[in-house]
């Protein structure tokens, strides 16, 4: 195998990742005191540069396999990995300002771990890069999810993360291992030669799909394996959450779409009738959970199941509009659901609490905080000029090109229920009151790092939500690779 | 290039907006004059947009073309005719009075007139649309500031209530047609290998008369829920009377003309064959809306209410003159969305008026308005006098078209539906003789002060124009007319 600049640019987002954490590691224990929580600025200004260098240097041509077919270097991966490093730059700054995670250099060195995993996963052509991939991801984020030891919930939902991603990869594992067993290979595009030309039964590639399931339906929380993401979004730190139900779940979804699009194309109808089914009970249940919780973390976490529902729509339709939609679908939804857990980071650090009864008074309190919440949760729901609004019309015109009008209108009957509790959660902010109190003797202050983020994912809502070509563009480049 | 006029109209308040979001919370006085100025300015436009609009010519006017997002044939293409020209100096004119009445407000005003712009530019922006996607897109930014106007400074009685159930008819009304727009989307690029959201391409689609038969109803009910079509109407007095003075009126002026136009333009011009089918069905859904809003908004005792379920009459008439689909009843129809939008309009005003001074709508708790508040009253007069439908009046210019093509299609409906006006008579000389010229309560007596200055301007503006339109009918109806022949064009033939 012989050196290729090619083979350096491909990789160079992780090269430079891996770099930023050394250099933290290095600076880090320098910085005393208040100082510590430098490491956030440094952690986020390198990712944002990282991104910068990264869309200068390194975007790909023609799609081409490298390190031995383990990796693909291609738009897909690419733009991907783009979101997952600007998903981590926003974290690390709503980290900075977290009581135990922000003067914690470990914490900035788990997110850069973790977020070169997801570039990796997003990249890989090779089941075992794949499976390692997948694991450089997880374990840095069951850490963090349980990183705040003195809290009995945080601990708790770090070690449930942990089993329960445990017990999902080993049998996503086993699938890998009876796919490389039929098909004597572990390189995605061989094995799709291998299915194409039917040595690989359809009743076994089937089962494997449903093994296959299991492991990333965990990643990006689809229903049946949903069950997880309530109980750690709730108790794992905020910024974390945020982390996981975004980036992770893109990554999720990167993998999905090309495992299967690449590796299963001739049984694409029945796989995509068992993830279409998935999806339409995944938006159910997910936006008919949401409504009860009264704990907005918890909101969040059921309404992001419904979401993962909402862009299974795209990879269902199997076509290039599909997976355009999809990944623009992740885009706008990594941007708004971001804002969404910055500003409750925000609101918690002040106030001590996440019911959504304490919202009361909020936008009183204080009223960009409370604009910012306006955008992030009608982006949710769905509403121009908002990215959300777009994200879902694409998403719903790719099911119904492809004649699944009947998912189309499922998702369309769940969008109904989402308007009604996003919009109770803005009646609170903007409505209630604060029970005998004076709000505007009870601001809600906001540091340097909350407002350059919130004021970053804000413009970025309106941004997608309104000058969509580019975006768009860079979608469809990306799906255009897998056809 | 030229001057890009309506991209103006359609972003000045969302503009003026997000500057007065920015401005400190405190000086509600600069709020409120930043808001003016800017309502100023787009209705300035908008009155030079119909006086230049040329009759003659007809067609799309003051065409902008931009491509959005060219891969999926997403464009933003605004122009303006015959029928929407006269919805766009409507909005003008609701959306400067509606300032003006609401200069009183002092909770938040700088989020109230916030949102109100973003109301209003969601509102111009479907009036000018000429591309699918993009209709839906200003449509909907129209639907969620109501929310929270409504939930916010509405009402405090129902104000919760009224606002989730307007704004969940609304959005399921409103992603009833998207769907349908999606499947003419994908069958006008089956049948034409064009892909495109354009208005003017999706007319030349060829649809076929079975899908356009399955896909009407959906796409024209889904946006008349808007237009408060019966069955689907109960939605909109909740609404209305829970809404602030300057809402209900940005709601019964104007957001129901949005769904009327909607189903218009997408609905009927789009699916005509479709229209013919079902047309029938809509004359039946509006007819029973004209006499029941009727029957009902007589039966009520709170002003709101009764304008409301009148609002529901009134824009039964519209539906009932799109269902004609003959060049005398749109034509109706097309005067009659801007009659009722001024005059509906000046109604909520007032009673808003009213409401602040004596906190009641009660009308047998109200009496004497007369003489405290002359201007009012006179007001009042001329906005029950076009609601009756009296000649000299703008209601009369709109109302006697619709009858008129109803009856060439089915003399019935017309009979029956000419019930409403007796009834109408009923309950706004009832309410003027009560409200203005009974004795006054005692308890109210020494407690109503005459209404200000920006009261009185908002009043004369929008009489003036419904004596103007009355008395000179040709400043409206054949501008009016252009746009129906259009579309009696796609409806082929007449």
Redesign the interface.
């Known amino acids: 195998m012989s050196y290729t600049p090619t083979m350096f640019l491909s990789i160079l987002p992780e090269v430079l990742l891996l770099v930023l954490g050394v250099i933290l590691m290095i600076v880090e224990p320098f910085w005393k005191g208040e100082d510590r929580r430098n490491a956030g600025w440094l952690t986020a200004g390198g990712l944002l540069a990282i991104m910068a260098v990264s869309l200068l240097a390194s975007r790909p041509g023609e799609p081409t396999m490298v390190f031995g077919g383990t990796l693909r270097y291609d738009w897909l991966g690419f733009f991907f990995k783009m979101m997952f490093i600007f998903g981590a730059a926003m974290t690390a700054l709503f980290m900075m300002d977290h009581e135990t995670l922000g003067k914690r250099g470990e914490s900035y060195i788990l997110l850069l771990a973790a977020t070169l995993g997801m570039n990796l996963m997003a990249a890989s052509a090779d089941l075992i890069m794949l499976y390692l991939a997948i694991e450089t991801t997880s374990i840095p984020l069951y850490v963090l999810a349980g990183f705040m030891l003195s809290d009995e919930r945080s601990t708790e939902a770090g070690f449930k993360y942990l089993l329960y991603g445990a017990l999902t990869s080993t049998v996503m594992l086993y699938g890998f291992s009876l796919l490389f067993g039929f098909a004597g290979t572990t390189n995605l595009y061989d094995l799709a030669s291998m299915t194409v030309a039917g040595q690989l039964p359809v009743g076994v590639a089937l089962g494997l799909v449903v093994l296959i399931v299991v492991g990333l339906g965990f990643k990006v929380s689809i229903v049946p394996f949903h069950f997880w993401a309530p109980d750690v979004y709730m108790g794992a730190p905020t910024p974390v959450a945020g982390f996981l139900s975004t980036a992770s779940k893109a990554a999720g979804f990167a993998v999905l779409t090309r495992l299967f699009i690449v590796v299963f194309p001739d049984i694409s109808y029945d796989w995509a009738s068992i993830l279409a089914v998935l999806s339409a009970i995944t938006m159910t249940l997910g936006n008919l959970v949401a409504m009860k919780q009264r704990n907005i973390k918890r909101m969040l976490a059921y309404s992001s199941v419904a979401h993962a529902g909402y862009a299974m729509i795209g990879v269902v339709a199997v076509s290039e509009?599909g997976v355009t939609s999809v990944v623009f679908y992740l885009l706008a939804y990594i941007i708004t659901n971001l804002a969404a857990f910055g500003i409750v980071m925000a609101f918690g650090r002040i106030t001590g609490s996440d019911e959504i009864k304490d919202y009361a008074g909020m936008?009183?309190r204080s009223?960009g905080l409370a604009?910012a919440m306006?955008v992030a949760f009608?982006s949710l729901?769905g509403?121009?000029?908002f990215g959300g609004?777009v994200a879902k019309?694409?998403v719903?015109?790719a099911a119904?090109?492809v004649n699944m009008?009947w998912l189309?209108?499922v998702g369309?009957l769940n969008?109904?229920v989402g308007?009604?509790y996003y919009?109770?959660v803005?009646?609170v902010v903007?409505?209630y009151r604060m029970e005998g109190e004076n709000e505007e003797a009870h601001p809600i202050p906001l540091t340097r790092p909350y407002a350059i983020g919130l004021v970053v994912l804000t413009l970025g809502i309106l941004l997608v939500g309104t000058i969509?070509?580019p975006w768009?563009?860079f979608s469809?480049a990306a799906a255009l690779n897998l056809f | 290039m030229t001057f890009p006029i309506l991209s103006i109209i359609v972003f000045t308040p969302i503009v003026a907006g997000m500057l007065i979001?920015l401005m400190p919370?405190q000086r509600k006085n600069e709020v409120r004059v930043m808001a003016l100025a800017a309502a100023t300015f787009a209705l300035l436009l908008s009155i030079w947009v119909y006086f230049t609009y040329d009759s003659n010519a007809a067609g799309y006017q003051f065409q902008e073309t931009y491509?959005?997002?060219?891969?999926?044939g997403i464009g933003y293409h605004v122009g303006v005719d015959g029928m929407s020209t006269p919805l766009v100096l409507l909005t003008g004119v609701v959306m400067f009075t509606g300032v003006l009445i609401s200069w009183g407000i002092e909770d938040?005003p700088?989020?109230f007139f916030a949102f109100l712009f973003i109301l209003a530019s969601g509102v111009f922006g479907v009036f000018v649309a000429l591309d699918l996607?993009q209709l839906?897109?200003?449509y909907?930014?129209a639907?969620?500031p109501m929310?929270?106007l409504i939930?916010?400074w509405g009402w405090i009685v129902t104000?919760?209530y009224a606002?989730?159930k307007l704004?969940?008819y609304l959005?399921?009304g409103s992603?009833?047609s998207?769907?349908g727009a999606?499947?003419m989307?994908?069958v006008s690029y089956q049948n034409t290998g064009v892909l495109s959201f354009d208005m003017l391409q999706l007319e030349q689609a060829n649809f076929s008369e079975q899908f356009q038969i399955i896909w009407f109803l959906p796409v024209f009910l889904g946006f008349a829920v808007l237009g408060g079509i019966w069955p689907f109407h109960n939605w909109s007095p909740d609404g209305h009377v829970a809404a602030p003075t300057a809402v209900s009126m940005f709601h019964a002026g104007v957001l129901m003309k949005l769904g009327a136009f909607a189903a218009l333009r997408v609905g009927i011009m789009l699916l005509p064959q479709g229209a013919q089918f079902w047309s029938p069905l809509v004359m039946t859904f509006a007819a029973i809306a004209v006499v029941y809003g009727a029957f009902i908004a007589f039966m009520q005792e709170d002003m709101k209410y009764m304008i409301g379920f009148s609002s529901v009459s009134h824009m039964g008439l519209v539906m009932l003159g799109l269902s004609t689909l003959n060049k005398t009843g749109l034509t109706g129809a097309g005067v009659q969305m801007f009659s009722h939008g001024v005059m509906t309009a000046l109604f909520f005003a007032v009673t808003g008026m009213i409401y602040d001074r004596a906190h009641t709508r009660q009308i047998p708790e109200l009496g004497g308005m007369s003489k405290v508040m002359p201007f009012a009253a006179i007001g009042f007069i001329i906005g029950g006098l076009v609601s009756m439908g009296m000649p000299g009046f703008s209601g009369f210019i709109a109302e006697f078209p619709i009858f008129m093509g109803v009856w060439y299609v089915q003399p019935w409906v017309a009979i029956i539906a000419s019930i409403s006006i007796v009834i109408t008579a009923a309950y706004i000389m009832r309410n003027i003789r009560d409200v203005f010229f009974r004795p006054m309560p005692e308890n109210l007596e020494g407690h109503i002060t005459d209404v200000n200055v920006l009261d009185k301007v908002a009043i004369v503006t929008v009489c003036v124009l419904m004596i103007v339109i009355g008395l000179f009918p040709r400043v409206m109806v054949p501008m009016v007319q252009t746009g129906v022949d259009n579309i009696l064009r796609l409806l082929g033939g007449a």
Do not use: C, D
């Open positions: 509009l936008s009183r009223p604009i306006l009608l729901a509403m121009p000029p609004f019309v694409f719903f015109a119904v090109q009008v189309a209108v369309i969008s109904i308007v009604y919009l109770t803005l009646k903007y409505l969509f070509a768009f563009g469809g | 979001l919370a491509n959005w997002l060219p891969a999926l938040r700088r989020e996607f839906f897109f200003f909907e930014i639907v969620f929310f929270l939930a916010i104000r919760e606002a989730m704004t969940l959005f399921i992603v009833v998207l769907v999606l499947a989307y994908w």
